[in-house]
């Protein structure tokens, strides 16, 4: 039997080692100078108030210590309206409200993106050209509106304007465009699944790095929303809020004000770390040919 020729095949590198090596030298650099800002709120949270007070003032802690966390909590625990209350709210109106944007966004998406509408056209102008103003401009609208709805110091009043941000629709309906395909919908179709299946199960999949990008903007946007005109009752009022006022009483408090700006700080990394790890894994590995 004839011996098959076989050619060895010399493997070429887009780029040298040493250019792998700059480049990963570069990133870190950007990466450590990107965390820099993070560090020094850490580092402010970690002095004494005679460090914190110094000039000219130090990037680094001499004498580390926990004692303005310890502060933070006395402050919070004798405040009228118990720590763990502006807590709950803020985690309640976060998370409710960026779950339902999620739902909302992406049902409303896939619907002008692949359901053929009369007026689908109009409607996706009317988006973006609500993207041209700011929430400033509605204000006087919008508590009009929560006023006849009588949502006015409730829950509502937070959670169902983040329903309706207009950012998330945009985003999700150019992802939906792009990235579904109308040969897979119309597969799903032919076999039988219902509309709402074939969004769940096949477009949702698909679109991932979208909606966790929305997930991330969207929390990061309720957990930092700070006094709204819609609140009034103090049981109701955010963290956020509650933290501006501790920062607010003085030079006396300054430690407690450093050691604030870390906890309002770590929640929202922790969910962009999470959601980015997942985001970059996806477009990794996803991609379909029609």
């Not at 619907?111 to 689908?120: L, N, R, S, T, V």
């Not at 919908?185 to 679109?207: H, N, Q, Y």
Request: glycine share 6%.
């Amino acid at each position: 039997m004839a011996k098959l020729r076989t050619r060895r095949h010399r493997v070429v590198l887009s780029r040298s080692v040493g250019g792998d090596a700059g480049i990963t030298i570069v990133l870190t650099l950007l990466g450590a100078f990107m965390f820099l800002p993070m560090l020094y709120v850490i580092m402010q949270s970690l002095k004494p108030l005679d460090e914190l007070w110094r000039f000219p003032p130090r990037f680094y802690v001499t004498k580390p210590t926990l004692k303005n966390f310890k502060d933070l909590f006395v402050l919070m625990n004798t405040s009228w309206v118990p720590f763990t209350r502006y807590l709950f709210n803020t985690l309640f109106t976060s998370v409710v409200g960026t779950t339902g944007h999620l739902f909302v966004a992406s049902m409303a998406a896939y619907a002008m993106a692949k359901i053929p509408m009369p007026g689908g056209r109009a409607m996706f102008k009317t988006v973006r050209m609500s993207l041209m103003f700011h929430a400033t401009v509605t204000t006087v609208t919008s508590f009009v509106i929560m006023s006849a709805f009588r949502w006015i110091d409730t829950y509502l009043a937070i959670i169902f304007p983040a329903l309706a941000y207009t950012l998330g629709l945009y985003l999700m309906k150019q992802f939906m465009e792009s990235n579904v395909t109308d040969s897979v919908l119309e597969s799903a179709r032919m076999d039988g699944a219902s509309e709402l299946k074939t969004f769940w199960v096949i477009a949702m999949p698909m679109v991932k790095p979208a909606w966790l990008t929305l997930l991330i903007y969207c929390f990061e946007r309720l957990w930092n929303a700070g006094t709204s005109i819609y609140i009034h009752s103090e049981q109701l009022k955010s963290f956020n809020y509650a933290i501006q006022q501790v920062m607010a009483g003085g030079i006396k408090r300054a430690g407690a004000g450093a050691a604030a700006t870390v906890v309002m700080m770590v929640v929202p990394i922790t969910v962009f770390v999470i959601s980015q790890s997942n985001i970059i894994e996806t477009m990794g590995s996803s991609g379909m040919k029609d």
